[in-house]
């Protein structure tokens, strides 16, 4: 009998390295970015504000959607929760924008919890429009609310006490700091009993259900880490823009992004939030100038990956190689 290895290249030599090989790796990584304040301007701090903080909402999303089931229309309900929850409690209290943020990824949880039950009594389209009007009742809610500013919204009064260098690097720490809460909770959800319930969800509910598998809890579950990563990512990028209004924090955009990244890099697979964020930073930064040509091309780069590679561009990247396993996430019979 032919070995199947000959066919394809195998990468079982670099799942023998050492464990901590791997987490070396990823400390150079994260210590390489967080010295990048000291050596780039403001535009570039900026954009990698933008690219960690949407990375982390992609994460979120492609969690919710990958792994429960759970088709979010309006996950921008908790960018806005979370972005508001900071500037009010921030300006309210005068504490320390940064000290703040856990609030922001806790008052999205709460709210998630709170909205749990109406949400849940709905399922497939039904559920993913409704998580869309939940983001537009909140949002027409914000805009009659005159102490969140109403239409004009908030400014962040406690960064005028920073100057601009502190207030730059600080929040550009503060989104590296999220994208890695967001991919490490990934990771650490997926390698859970959480994360194998979740799996047994996504290969089949009713299955699972039939075994034994809590499908609500543990979707209940995810929906509320889900909601406190995009909370806090929310949060974390209006402390950029120093200004946030319901039109902007609640705004369809981004979850669009999301949607887009997840499809674009692989939906259900840890690694297509990473790819996906990626290339659509990459694409935007050299093609946005093209106007609106560009957002054709968007277009027709997720219909030509939906229909040739349905599971994303990482996908291609496991035909190439199939033991390609970089988190370690995925569970082996021994």
């Known amino acids: 009998m032919t070995s199947t290895s000959a066919s394809a290249p195998s990468l079982s030599g670099v799942q023998r390295l050492p464990r901590h090989a791997g987490w070396l790796l990823a400390a150079v990584i994260v210590a390489a970015l967080a010295a990048l304040p000291a050596w780039t301007g403001f535009a570039t701090q900026r954009l990698m504000v933008e690219v960690f903080t949407v990375f982390a909402i992609a994460t ?35 504490l320390n924008p940064w000290w703040t943020l856990p609030l922001s990824a806790a008052a ?46 908030l400014p962040l009064e406690t960064l005028r006490e920073f100057t601009r260098a502190q207030r730059n690097s600080g929040v550009y720490w503060a989104a590296l700091a999220t994208g890695v809460i967001a991919l490490v909770a990934a990771r650490t959800l997926l390698r859970s009993r959480l994360g194998l319930a979740l799996a047994s969800v996504r290969d089949g509910e009713d299955a699972a259900r039939a075994s034994g598998v809590p499908v609500q809890r543990a979707k209940l579950a995810l929906w509320v880490i889900a909601a406190a990563l995009t909370g806090l990512a929310g949060a974390v990028a209006y402390m950029n823009t120093l200004q946030v209004s319901p039109d902007a924090s609640f705004g369809l955009g981004w979850t669009a992004m ?43 780069l997720a219909i030509v990956t939906m229909v040739a590679a349905p599971g994303g561009a990482w996908s291609l990247v496991q035909r190439r190689f199939p033991d390609c396993d970089p988190f370690a996430v995925r569970r082996r019979m021994p």
């Open 108 to 153: 999205a949880a709460l709210f998630a919890l709170l909205t749990a039950w109406p949400m849940f009594r709905l399922s497939g389209a039904h559920f993913a429009v409704g998580t869309w009007v939940l983001a537009e009742l909140v949002r027409i809610a914000a805009l009659n609310t005159e102490s969140l500013g109403a239409g004009g919204g």
């Open 258 to 300: 999301a949607i887009f990244i997840a499809v674009l890099g692989g939906i259900g697979r840890i690694e297509g939030p990473v790819l996906g964020t990626l290339v659509f930073f990459a694409l935007r930064e050299s093609a946005s100038g093209f106007g609106a040509w560009y957002f054709v091309a968007l277009g027709l």
């Open 60 to 94: 979120a999303w492609n969690l919710l959607a990958g792994f429960g089931g759970l088709v979010v229309v309006g996950q921008h309900v908790f960018v806005g929760v979370g972005a508001y929850a900071l500037f009010v409690v921030s300006n309210a209290l005068g």
